[in-house]
């Protein structure tokens, strides 16, 4: 019975660390938190998508596609899976030689945050080309911070700058391009909450990585408890927040409304409008058009003397 009640963390045992600088055992039980955090919230929002009206499920969808990205990752994690081993240029007298590198993390962004970035852009009304863009510079971001972290010499920080421009473009179209068309939608004000709170942490995150992946000044388990809090706020919360908001939105209003017919512009025709808000028409009139009246010919004149 106590085997039951009581049950260590063994994922350093099971998956011992090489690096010089790797996760601890408190920092495996910070991950496992993270991750009971993620499965959480996860299973709030599944739950929630039975209760939503029918066509407005959408950003339900989307945040259990990254919730769920983000519980697998930081399972990984947890285990200590996906960390490799790197020696690092900016080596000091308490974190020497190699650092373990966990790429969990990056495709936690990478994958995590893409549906993130969709449910911002369809509730502002931007064009899916607009979309597309902010994603693929999230990408470019992402992917050049993976890339410098294998670097073993300062060449790293070129990838660090790469990626930064990468993010201030996207904060750039975030805020000029979404809140033009948030405004022109009336949800200008929900959408500078969301976006100004997602852009508030996300530049927070070039800080945890000079100081940890990058930068080597602070110790593995120190920098996944930086991160960690950071993805906390990212996705669970910002999940939860956008599926209140969320209720007060007018999906026809915002070209939103989802049938079994797809995405329906808000004047288009499709059979749940015509059902619901034109009058019917009776089966014997239907199709049948009213003769038009004929002309009725003028009596002959008659003269007279």
Do not use: C
Not at 5 to 16: E, H, M, T
Not at 65 to 89: C, E, H, K, M, N
Not at 226 to 240: C, E, H, K, M, Q
């Amino acid at each position: 019975m106590a085997a039951i009640i009581y049950r260590s963390n063994d994922a350093l045992k099971i998956n011992p660390p090489t690096a010089d600088d790797n996760l601890t055992t408190g920092g495996s039980d910070w991950l496992w938190a993270v991750t009971a955090i993620y499965l959480f919230i996860l299973i709030v929002v599944i739950g929630l998508q039975y209760f939503a009206r029918n066509g407005e499920k959408i950003f339900h969808y989307l945040y259990i596609i990254s919730l769920l990205v983000g519980t697998i990752t930081y399972f990984a994690q947890a285990s200590d899976i996906t960390g490799i081993p790197v020696r690092q240029v900016d080596s000091t007298g308490d974190h020497p030689g190699t650092r373990q590198i966990f790429f969990a993390r990056y495709i936690n962004w990478f994958v995590g945050w893409v549906p993130v970035l969709i449910s911002i852009g369809l509730f502002s009304g931007i064009s899916w080309a607009t979309i597309v863009y902010n994603i693929a510079l999230m990408w470019v971001w992402v992917g050049s911070w993976l890339a410098g972290v294998y670097v073993e010499t300062t060449y790293k920080w070129g990838f660090f700058a790469f990626g930064l421009f990468a993010e201030l473009l996207l904060w750039g179209s975030l805020f000029h391009i979404g809140s033009i068309s948030a405004r022109r939608l009336n949800v200008g004000n929900h959408y500078f909450l969301i976006t100004g709170w997602l852009v508030f942490l996300w530049l927070i995150y070039p800080i945890a990585y000079g100081v940890s992946d990058g930068g080597n000044k602070i110790g593995v388990t120190e920098g996944f408890i930086f991160f960690g809090i950071l993805d906390v706020l990212t996705v669970p919360f910002l999940s939860l927040f956008v599926l209140f908001l969320s209720t007060k939105w007018d999906y026809r209003a915002l070209n939103l409304y989802f049938t079994q017919y797809g995405r329906v512009a808000q004047g288009g025709d499709f059979p749940e409008r015509q059902e619901h808000e034109k009058a019917p028409v009776p089966a014997d009139a239907a199709g049948v058009a009213e003769p038009a009246p004929t002309a009725t010919p003028a009596a002959p004149a008659v003269e007279t003397v």
